[in-house]
């Protein structure tokens, strides 16, 4: 029995302990990873009001993946001034993002103020703001977990181009009447370089310019002066340069007069071609603009809100479409009712429209303050008309055009 257990002892040690001690020198080869892994994913995006696509999550700008390095995304582009981050999934603004190490982390001609990088879900909403706008070449390693920003320069000025152009302002005939219907549009003389030429009255007051990009109305994207102050008068303008939306600075015009002016967009300068300081009279009868108002019209009483009536010549305005049985009569702006408030009148009482036209075309013009009889035209027939108004012979032309 002992011989059995003794050869048993050597077996297990013939049998084991070789097995111990190869555990035990492969204890030597095993590696503790104690850093972070490299974050392995297919996409990276870019949000934020620097970026191309402002912060649209649904849509958000793609980087591209270097073809080397499957954890290397760059981008090289017009970085503008704002905040970003990076996105790593489209539509989800609760999922993982790549956040700046810091709040505030400045990206400018200098590169990137610190260049780790924080991938997570949720936590606080730390991002990047490129205060210098240019041309960056961007690079973002997931494996280091850092990035990397190089300023290449200024994007280059794209140039201007429009298919018609007008200005508004105090200074301009029209004043700020931002209706399209009442402006006039300038004369395109070139088209290399591309230029427009204004021939007309200037007042001391200021101006901005509109284009075809331009929302009149709604008083958005004109062309502006490169800066504030900048003045206009028969020695030129003061600073060249023209700038598409930003600041509201305006040209101010501090010499009345008659001006040639040619605005020149392939350039972005205004020059001054012209200058006659002898302004011609100009009377109410030379009024750019002119509104209808009355029951008789789709407006109504509304003296704020009227009916256009187009300017289709020199001194000619014309309205065509329906009116309703009611009155009306002809005024030159937009403001509210008073008592100074001009109007263009039948010459006499009793003035009625029907299929036969207008019993009375004389006009006449004054206010209630002048004590001017308030005559308006009396629509007899509702239909649809034509009304030709005529300041140079002060008279009005209607013909009925039918039901």
Same mark, same amino acid.
């Given at each position: 029995?002992?011989?059995?257990?003794?050869?048993?002892?050597?077996l297990f040690?013939?049998?084991?302990m070789?097995?111990?001690?190869?555990?035990?020198?492969?204890? +030597?080869?095993?590696?503790?990873?104690?850093?972070?892994?490299?974050?392995?994913?297919?996409?990276?995006?870019?949000?934020?009001?620097?970026?191309?696509?402002?912060?649209n999550?649904?849509? %958000?700008?793609?980087?591209?993946?270097? #073809?080397?390095?499957?954890?290397?995304?760059?981008?090289?582009?017009?970085?503008?001034?704002?905040?970003?981050?990076f %996105?790593l999934?489209?539509?989800?603004w609760?999922?993982?993002?790549?956040?700046?190490?810091? #709040?505030?982390?400045?990206?400018n001609?200098?590169?990137?103020?610190?260049?780790?990088?924080?991938?997570?879900?949720?936590?606080?909403?730390?991002?990047?703001?490129?205060?210098? #706008?240019?041309?960056?070449?961007l690079?973002?390693?997931?494996?280091?977990?850092?990035i990397?920003v190089?300023?290449?320069?200024?994007?280059?000025?794209?140039?201007?181009?429009?298919?018609?152009?007008?200005?508004?302002?105090?200074?301009t005939?029209?004043?700020?009447?931002?209706?399209p219907?009442?402006?006039?549009?300038?004369?395109?003389?070139?088209?290399?370089?591309?230029?427009?030429?204004?021939?007309?009255?200037?007042?001391?007051?200021?101006?901005?310019?509109?284009?075809?990009?331009?929302?009149?109305p709604?008083?958005?994207?004109?062309l502006?002066?490169?800066e504030?102050?900048?003045?206009l008068?028969?020695?030129?303008?003061?600073?060249?340069?023209?700038?598409?939306?930003?600041?509201?600075?305006k040209?101010?015009?501090?010499?009345?007069?008659?001006?040639?002016?040619?605005?020149?967009l392939?350039?972005?300068k205004?020059?001054?071609?012209?200058?006659? %300081?002898n302004?011609?009279?100009?009377?109410e009868?030379?009024?750019?603009?002119?509104?209808?108002?009355?029951d008789a019209?789709?407006?109504?009483?509304?003296?704020?809100n %009227?009916?256009t009536?187009?300017k289709?010549?020199?001194?000619?305005?014309?309205?065509?479409?329906?009116l +309703?049985?009611?009155?009306?009569?002809?005024?030159?702006n937009?403001?509210?009712?008073?008592?100074?408030?001009?109007?263009?009148?039948?010459k006499?009482?009793?003035?009625?429209?029907?299929?036969?036209?207008?019993?009375v075309?004389?006009?006449v013009y004054?206010?209630?303050?002048?004590?001017?009889?308030?005559?308006?035209?009396?629509?007899?027939?509702?239909?649809k008309?034509?009304?030709?108004?005529?300041?140079?012979?002060?008279?009005?032309k209607?013909?009925?055009?039918?039901?």
């Amino acid at each position: 029995m002992k011989k059995l257990f003794k050869y048993g002892l050597i077996l297990f040690a013939a049998v084991f302990m070789p097995m111990l001690f190869q555990s035990c020198k492969d204890d +030597k080869d095993i590696v503790i990873i104690d850093e972070e892994l490299p974050l392995k994913v297919d996409h990276v995006y870019m949000v934020g009001d620097a970026s191309p696509v402002g912060w649209n999550i649904s849509d %958000p700008f793609e980087l591209t993946r270097d #073809a080397s390095n499957k954890y290397v995304f760059t981008y090289h582009g017009v970085l503008k001034t704002g905040e970003m981050k990076f %996105p790593l999934a489209k539509g989800d603004w609760g999922g993982l993002f790549i956040y700046a190490p810091a #709040a505030n982390t400045e990206i400018n001609a200098d590169g990137v103020a610190k260049d780790g990088i924080d991938i997570r879900k949720g936590g606080d909403d730390l991002k990047w703001k490129v205060t210098k #706008a240019g041309i960056y070449q961007l690079s973002l390693d997931l494996k280091t977990r850092k990035i990397e920003v190089k300023y290449e320069g200024a994007e280059p000025e794209k140039p201007l181009t429009s298919a018609w152009l007008t200005f508004i302002g105090d200074a301009t005939p029209w004043g700020w009447n931002n209706d399209p219907a009442v402006i006039e549009k300038f004369q395109k003389t070139s088209d290399n370089p591309l230029q427009f030429t204004y021939e007309g009255v200037l007042k001391e007051g200021e101006f901005k310019v509109a284009f075809d990009q331009t929302d009149i109305p709604a008083w958005s994207n004109y062309l502006q002066a490169p800066e504030a102050g900048v003045t206009l008068n028969h020695e030129g303008v003061s600073k060249d340069g023209m700038v598409k939306g930003g600041e509201d600075n305006k040209w101010k015009v501090t010499e009345a007069g008659v001006y040639k002016l040619v605005f020149d967009l392939t350039n972005k300068k205004i020059t001054v071609a012209h200058f006659d %300081p002898n302004i011609p009279v100009v009377t109410e009868w030379d009024t750019k603009v002119l509104y209808m108002v009355g029951d008789a019209t789709s407006a109504g009483w509304s003296a704020e809100n %009227p009916v256009t009536v187009t300017k289709s010549g020199d001194h000619l305005f014309t309205f065509e479409g329906e009116l +309703k049985v009611g009155e009306l009569k002809f005024t030159p702006n937009k403001d509210g009712f008073s008592g100074s408030k001009p109007w263009f009148l039948a010459k006499e009482s009793g003035a009625v429209i029907n299929e036969h036209g207008a019993s009375v075309a004389d006009i006449v013009y004054g206010s209630e303050d002048k004590g001017t009889p308030d005559n308006k035209w009396k629509v007899e027939k509702a239909g649809k008309y034509k009304v030709t108004v005529d300041m140079t012979t002060h008279k009005i032309k209607v013909e009925y055009l039918g039901a």
